[in-house]
């Protein structure tokens, strides 16, 4: 088999499995899960009904390129998000199965493994993005983000020698785990990069919904370069999802838009590759895309929790509110894993061991003494998790000061 295979690494969940395997939390607690970055909140009726609604659809073969009806949808909600003058729903729109399956096809459509690739990726990261590249042939290289830095994506780590091996970056804005933006300078600088060597970017903007503040959303990189007057989005494409804003992950739908003649040959890709999304979810995905409403009540419900849970959490941690994501990122006094199992074994609140996110690169690991919690459960289940992490927090603290 494809030797690349063994290349992969465990998924964070399987290592977060074994950190916690033999450690048995208090029978009589409530078990809390913040480990994980799937959305609870319910699926709009309205969308459900729209998949029920269109069930003779399966009767029929999709094809690869979406419905045209889908297409327009998600063609014009881009443009009224970001504020785009137009975007040709033909040429420079896909429908994919969920950002995930389009962000690791990608790589294998874009990558030329007959000469030296190397992919360029945030550490810590997806993980989808460094077995994307092992398995299209390519070398990951790292950029870490660290609190030094605000967490910024700084592309100018990367050592000189390398930039002209780099056909792909994959850059994550609001970035998971992190909740950092990106800014118009710094992707006015990714482009100069990706003018200069000529290699692909592929942005990540899954969590472009999940923000706090409506009257300043996110920047897309889409946004940012008509901005900066790039017509045609050269070598930008962008990965969109409804998973989080819509509440769908279930659904597996989202989108890829951007460099048109880019997108034409990752159409044929996935023509072979067999990624057509399903006619009923086609159907449900253009209602869910034309509304507005459902999704500003999602931020509403977000923006709740953070707030209570950071009342909770900001007296004894240094703990930022991130700018977007429903992630915290959360430092620890003690190693991440440490505390992930010492959180579990005494409190049953399980979270990720941020180290299990990143790898070490430029002799640091720089996930390790964080830990992601995600606060997608109800208001009063992320309210006690977060009791939970302040009790715990506060007696390691204290064994600390009393050891030292
Ligand atoms: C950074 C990031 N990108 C992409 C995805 C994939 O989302 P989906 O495939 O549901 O669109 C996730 C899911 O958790 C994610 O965290």
Redesign the pocket.
Known sequence: MNPDLDRLQPYPFQKLTELLKGHNPPRASKPINLSI??PKHPTPEFIQRALAENLDGLAGYPATAGTEALRNAIAQWLQRRFELPAVDPLKQVLPVN????A?FAFAQAVVDATRPAVVVMPNPF?Q?YEGAALLAGAQPEFVNAQPANGFVFDPDQVPGSVWPRVQMLYV?SP??PTGNVLRLEQWRRLFELSDRYDFVIAS?E??SEIYFDEARPPLSALQAAQALGRDGFPRLVC?G????RSNV?GM?S?YVAGDAPILARFLLYRTYHGSAMSLPVQSASVAAWGDEAHVIDNRRLYREKFARVLEVLQPVIDVKMPEASFYLWLPTPVSDTEFARGLHANYNVTVLPGSYLAREARGVNPGRNFVRVALVPALEDCLEGAQRIRAHYLSLTQQRSAAG
Request: charged share 25%; net charge neutral.
């Open positions: 970055g799937e969920g950002s995930r399956e962000l997806y989808i994550c970035a998971n990540d899954c969590y990965f999802s409804l998973s989080k992950p597996r989202g």
